[in-house]
């Protein structure tokens, strides 16, 4: 398979983010910082990365959480998934929020969550007076019910 070649600029002293497996969707992301952080309940916190990225036109990179930092330690990514836009040159950093009720920390090196590479559409609108009909229509938000 083709395989997308993307600038990368490491400050880290961590290696490349890789895919762990063959199949894997996304790459960890390690925390790139000085000094432990410690979140309080419902504290968060942006979390350096030392990474900087440049994205072909046609492509975002999505920040996601990793499931088992949310199962083991209730931290999760606040705005997931977080969007990399392809014409951000900054850092790429990681909102994380601790939803449990004791305090975790985050230390230099953890892997904090995970970066997928997509591609998008960039759309034109086509402005119209009214939308085709279908069985659904404007039901939703639970229109067709639980089971
Ligand atoms: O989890 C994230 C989300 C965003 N960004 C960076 C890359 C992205 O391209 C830029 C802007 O993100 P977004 O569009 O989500 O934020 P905004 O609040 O709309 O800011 P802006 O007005 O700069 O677009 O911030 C990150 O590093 N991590
Ligand atoms: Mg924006």
Redesign the pocket.
């Known amino acids: 398979m083709a395989q997308l070649e993307v600038k990368i600029v490491n400050k880290s002293e961590h290696p490349l983010p890789a895919y762990a497996t063959s199949g894997a969707s996304g790459m960890d992301l390690k925390a790139s910082i000085t000094e432990n952080i410690v979140l309080q309940t419902l504290e968060r916190t942006l979390v350096p990365t030392g990474l900087f990225i440049e994205l072909p036109e046609g492509y975002e990179a999505q ?1 996601r959480p990793r499931s088992g930092l949310a199962v083991k330690q209730g931290l999760t ?1 606040l ?1 997931t998934p ?4 392809a ?2 040159r ?6 994380l929020i601790n939803l449990s009720n004791e305090p975790q920390t985050i230390q230099n090196g953890d892997r904090i969550a995970q970066m997928v590479i997509q591609k998008v559409e960039i759309i034109n609108w086509t402005p119209v007076e009214q939308l085709s009909e279908t069985v659904r229509a404007a039901g939703g938000f639970g229109h067709t019910g639980k089971s």
């Open positions: 920040i990514c705005n977080g969007t990399i836009d014409d951000y900054g850092e790429i950093k990681v909102i």
